[in-house]
């Protein structure tokens, strides 16, 4: 079997070859090598200040129109739930106040009946919610009573008057302050106000 043979392409002693470097050519390149790179440094740096620039522009457009977006959407959920709300807060909560009224004054009077031995209780109620008041106390409790009916307190409002003091009972106020608070929070320069 024959031996294999590679081609030789070099011509000589690459050593041999070299020319004598010129100090002042050698210096002159290393100069101008110097000043490019320089160059492309400042051109880099100044291509990625340019970008910096353009995506904290873009980001902030993105954010102020997603800003805007969200303020849109907010208000016009708000707009869309208001009408429900103003519906529970005005016929809903008057009709499930009428029905808490003889259960929450029986809540208020039970702790006052340790205290009240036998002195005498009146209640102050307004003649539509004498009914439903006066059932549930004549069944829970065995305490000297006097309703006395006023027409001019509100069919959410109970006094309960103990000797000299008075306890008062005002659902009417409360579902008022309530209705007062969802007409303030829909009101558009509030909404306008807060979240401006």
Same mark, same amino acid.
């Given at each position: 079997?024959?031996?294999?043979?590679?081609?030789?392409?070099?011509?000589?002693?690459?050593?041999?070859?070299?020319? @004598?470097?010129?100090?002042?050519?050698?210096?002159?390149?290393?100069?101008?090598?110097?000043?490019?790179?320089?160059?492309?440094? &400042?051109?880099?740096?100044?291509?990625?200040?340019?970008?910096?620039?353009?995506?904290?522009?873009?980001?902030?457009?993105?954010?102020?129109?997603?800003?805007?977006?969200?303020?849109?959407?907010?208000?016009?959920?708000?707009?869309?739930?208001?009408?429900?709300?103003?519906?529970?807060?005005?016929?809903?909560? @008057?009709?499930?106040?009428?029905?808490?009224?003889?259960?929450?004054?029986?809540?208020? *009077?039970? @702790?006052?009946?340790?205290?009240?031995? &036998?002195?005498?209780?009146?209640?102050?109620?307004?003649?539509?919610?004498? @009914?439903?008041?006066?059932?549930?106390?004549?069944?829970?409790?065995?305490?000297?009573?006097?309703?006395?009916?006023?027409?001019?307190?509100?069919?959410?409002?109970?006094?309960?008057?103990?000797?000299?003091?008075?306890?008062?009972?005002? *659902?009417?106020?409360?579902?008022?302050?309530?209705?007062?608070?969802?007409?303030?929070?829909?009101?558009?320069?509030? *909404?306008?106000?807060?979240?401006?």
């Amino acid at each position: 079997m024959a031996a294999l043979q590679l081609e030789v392409f070099e011509t000589g002693d690459p050593r041999a070859e070299a020319a @004598p470097v010129d100090a002042a050519a050698e210096e002159a390149r290393l100069a101008a090598y110097e000043q490019g790179y320089g160059a492309g440094w &400042e051109d880099a740096m100044a291509t990625q200040a340019a970008d910096q620039a353009r995506l904290k522009a873009d980001l902030g457009r993105n954010l102020q129109a997603l800003g805007f977006t969200f303020h849109e959407a907010r208000v016009h959920v708000l707009r869309a739930v208001e009408p429900l709300l103003v519906e529970v807060v005005t016929h809903l909560l @008057p009709a499930l106040a009428r029905e808490a009224l003889a259960p929450l004054v029986l809540e208020v *009077l039970m @702790p006052l009946a340790e205290e009240m031995a &036998e002195r005498p209780l009146t209640l102050v109620l307004n003649p539509a919610a004498r @009914p439903a008041v006066e059932a549930l106390l004549g069944e829970a409790t065995g305490l000297p009573l006097t309703l006395v009916e006023e027409p001019t307190l509100g069919e959410g409002q109970v006094h309960l008057r103990i000797d000299d003091s008075e306890t008062r009972i005002d *659902l009417d106020s409360a579902i008022a302050d309530i209705a007062a608070a969802l007409r303030g929070f829909f009101d558009p320069t509030e *909404l306008e106000r807060r979240h401006g």
